[in-house]
């Protein structure tokens, strides 16, 4: 007998409690943001509404069917079932945090802030919950990125990955594509960017402004990555030859580390990172798996 959906309602600590447990009450963190020129009504009025929300979102979740809950520091102990369907409260960045732990649930994002969220992948009010469960409705097929080390370490990442230092300081390594023939480059810099089209409204996009635009940035559901390299550095033992370009499905970058120790992190969460010493080889390209994101 097949078991009944599970809807995963997945939020995270908001501003204002992590005030109040950090300084121990509301008034001692009212006095807190005071002394800083903020106002602690304007944080509790973004608690009281994201907290409403996820009230609200519960509260649409069919009666035969089971419910979970999950804070974003949990995340990596939560064990997501086939039949899960994600709903994710809060900002856009939360469907980046979650998605990696996924093998294919459907993910409803709810804006819980309309306005001050962009709304890329939180798409939906709280309203809108109980038809979008109940519907079969479609879903956006989002691209991911991923690396792999030569010993088996493995990162999968929405937006984008990072490879370089702890402290984002000088990263040496050598850098090459898959078809160049075993044409490697050395480089120093403050570390590589490989990005997806999700990426593209974030981090990947600041980059991609400074270098002028010229390549196109891909959209999410493409297939393709772009990446850059950050500030490399010319010099008589390390070249800037290979700082831009694109991955499609077949191709990855391959970064072999010449550093005592570099990481590689996604989505900006660098206590979840894969970590390499010298002579290490990580690839970075297209990964198979997607994020099916509820439209």
């Not at 907290?51 to 609200?56: D, N």
């Not at 306005?115 to 919950?129: E, F, I, K, S």
């Not at 690396?147 to 370490?153: N, P």
Request: aromatic fraction near 6%; hydrophobic fraction near 40%; charged fraction near 25%.
């Amino acid at each position: 007998m097949s078991l009944a959906p599970r809807a995963v309602l997945v939020h995270r600590t908001t501003e204002y409690e992590e005030l109040v447990a950090r300084h121990g009450t509301h008034g001692q963190a009212a006095f807190f943001l005071a002394s800083r020129g903020r106002d602690i009504e304007e944080v509790a009025e973004r608690h009281r509404r994201a907290r409403h929300a996820l009230a609200e979102v519960a509260s649409a979740v069919p009666l035969t069917w089971r419910r979970a809950q999950v804070e974003r520091g949990d995340l990596d102990r939560f064990l997501f079932a086939p039949e899960d369907v994600v709903v994710v409260v809060g900002q856009d960045g939360l469907v980046a945090n979650v998605a990696k732990y996924l093998t294919g649930q459907p993910v409803v994002g709810i804006d819980t802030d309309p306005g001050r969220n962009p709304g890329v992948l939180v798409r939906h009010r709280p309203r809108d919950t109980a038809k979008l469960l109940s519907a079969g409705t479609g879903c956006d097929e989002l691209t991911m990125v991923e690396a792999v080390a030569d010993d088996t370490q493995r990162l999968v990442a929405l937006n984008e990955i990072y490879l370089g230092t702890p402290g984002h300081q000088t990263a040496r390594y050598r850098l090459g594509l898959d078809g160049d023939g075993g044409v490697a480059e050395a480089q120093a810099s403050s570390g590589v960017l490989v990005g997806t089209g999700t990426g593209a409204t974030g981090w990947l996009r600041s980059v991609w402004q400074e270098r002028g635009g010229r390549l196109a940035l891909p959209s999410p559901t493409e297939d393709r990555l772009v990446w850059f390299v950050r500030e490399a550095w010319p010099s008589p033992a390390t070249g800037t030859s290979l700082v831009a370009g694109e991955l499609g499905t077949v191709a990855a970058l391959t970064v072999t580390v010449e550093s005592d120790r570099l990481i590689a992190f996604g989505d900006g969460i660098e206590t979840d990172s894969l970590q390499l010493t010298w002579g290490q080889t990580v690839r970075v390209g297209v990964c198979e798996q997607r994020l099916r994101l509820v439209d």
